[in-house]
């Protein structure tokens, strides 16, 4: 199995930026799923946004048109821009390596208040 690391979270104002980064322990060429979920505190974990490839995309409602997930297979790196950050967007976020790997990493909180 593929580790995970992810990166990037922390406290963040209403309307600000963050990126996120998953990096893993070697590459993810032949993994053609990566995602992104996210759970917030007393809810599920929900799927926030899934890339396959290198360039099909799709995403929750919730963040569309706000995050981006990209991928850089060079480095080995997942990434997640998010955008006009908004406090229900506070959770932990979880990177997920697809087939055939089938790993998460261990999460990085992200909070959004003033």
């Known amino acids: 199995q593929v580790q995970l690391v992810e990166s990037g979270g922390g406290l963040v104002q209403p309307g600000g930026s963050l990126r996120l980064s998953c990096a893993a322990s070697?590459?993810?060429?032949?993994?053609?799923?990566m995602e992104w979920y996210r759970q917030a505190p007393g809810k599920q974990r929900e799927l926030v946004a899934t890339?396959?490839?290198?360039?099909?995309?799709n995403y929750a409602d919730s963040v569309k048109g706000r995050f981006t997930i990209s991928r850089d297979n060079a480095k080995n790196t997942v990434y997640l821009q998010m955008n006009s950050l908004k406090s229900e967007d506070t959770a932990v976020y979880y990177c997920?390596?697809?087939?055939?790997?089938?790993?998460w990493g261990q999460g990085t909180q992200v909070t959004v208040s003033s």
């Open positions: 997920y390596a697809g087939s055939p790997s089938r790993s």
């Open positions: 070697e590459t993810i060429f032949s993994i053609s799923r």
């Open positions: 890339i396959i490839g290198n360039s099909r995309t």
